[in-house]
């Protein structure tokens, strides 16, 4: 049954998709980002999450590429929807990408998207669950120490220039405690934002993981639709338009 209600949810979150891609492109959410540079050193846990990729500290630390980004693209003086996407670059040139977005931090908020005015203060949540050896296993990211963070990405990029953005990540059960296990420190990277830039955590998910059944059928559709290059119809040819239509009047 849960299978079929998430295939249900799944094939209506297409539609709703693809009916923005039409009227914004390329990017249908999250038209808005800064992209962020930076490294991951990893602390030891003393939770295991079942995780390799968590769990194993590394002796040296990952280059990590970001994105924080405004999910509906509303003016900045208002309250979005926050996400904030990863890609940690293994040493063998592979890649694994997070996608994180403004959450609560409790049960059963966690699971609640929460539009905020900039990244002060925020939970990053990865609202649905990576399948462990252990079972379901939740990842968030929230600034440390607290921060006042401009809600504008151009004050933003000037204030993290000054001053390197710190994030922390946690693992969690779906209803337990929260356990840090790295630390990211991000700064703007050189690179302007773009729409080639795309995070994928279906096609580059972490080491270790694999998605539920049920979370494919929920995520995939949409999340295919958003990733769609968006190829510009090219401008009709004379010789495609009726004969009739091409001839002057009068």
């Known amino acids: 049954m849960l299978h079929g209600l998430a295939e249900l949810a799944g094939t209506a979150l297409r539609g709703v998709f693809s009916l923005l891609r039409r009227i914004r492109h390329p990017r249908p959410i999250h038209p808005r980002g800064l992209v962020l540079t930076g490294q991951a050193t990893w602390i030891r846990t003393a939770a295991p999450s079942g995780i390799g990729w968590i769990d194993d500290v590394r002796e040296e630390p990952l280059e990590v590429t970001a994105r924080l980004s405004r999910g509906v693209g509303l003016p900045d003086v208002l309250p979005d929807?926050?996400?904030?996407?990863?890609?940690?670059h293994a040493a063998d040139g592979q890649h694994s990408d997070v996608l994180l977005a403004a959450t609560g931090i409790g049960f059963p908020s966690r699971f609640m998207l929460v539009p905020r005015r900039s990244a002060t203060g925020a939970t990053f949540g990865s609202l649905m669950p990576y399948r462990s050896q252990r079972g379901p296993v939740l990842i968030c990211a929230r600034?440390?120490?607290?921060?006042?963070?401009?809600?504008?990405?151009?004050?933003?990029?000037?204030?993290l220039e000054q001053k390197p953005w710190k994030v922390r990540l946690?693992?969690?059960e779906p209803t337990g405690k929260w356990?840090?296990?790295?630390?990211?420190?991000l700064r703007p990277a050189a690179q302007p934002d773009s729409a080639e830039l795309r995070f994928d955590p279906v096609g580059h998910t972490l080491p270790g993981t694999a998605?539920?059944?049920?979370?494919?059928?929920?995520?995939?559709?949409?999340y295919r639709v958003?990733?769609?290059?968006?190829?510009?119809?090219?401008?009709?040819e004379a010789s495609a338009v009726p004969r009739a239509l091409r001839e002057p009047l009068g």
Do not use: N, T
């Not at 998605?211 to 949409?222: G, H």
């Open 143 to 159: 600034s440390v120490p607290k921060r006042m963070l401009p809600a504008d990405l151009g004050s933003l990029r000037r204030s």
């Open 170 to 172: 946690y693992h969690a």
């Open 211 to 222: 998605a539920y059944p049920w979370v494919r059928r929920l995520r995939e559709p949409s």
């Open 226 to 236: 958003a990733q769609r290059r968006y190829r510009p119809r090219p401008p009709c």
């Open 81 to 88: 929807v926050l996400g904030l996407a990863l890609r940690f």
């Open 179 to 185: 356990h840090p296990f790295a630390e990211v420190l």
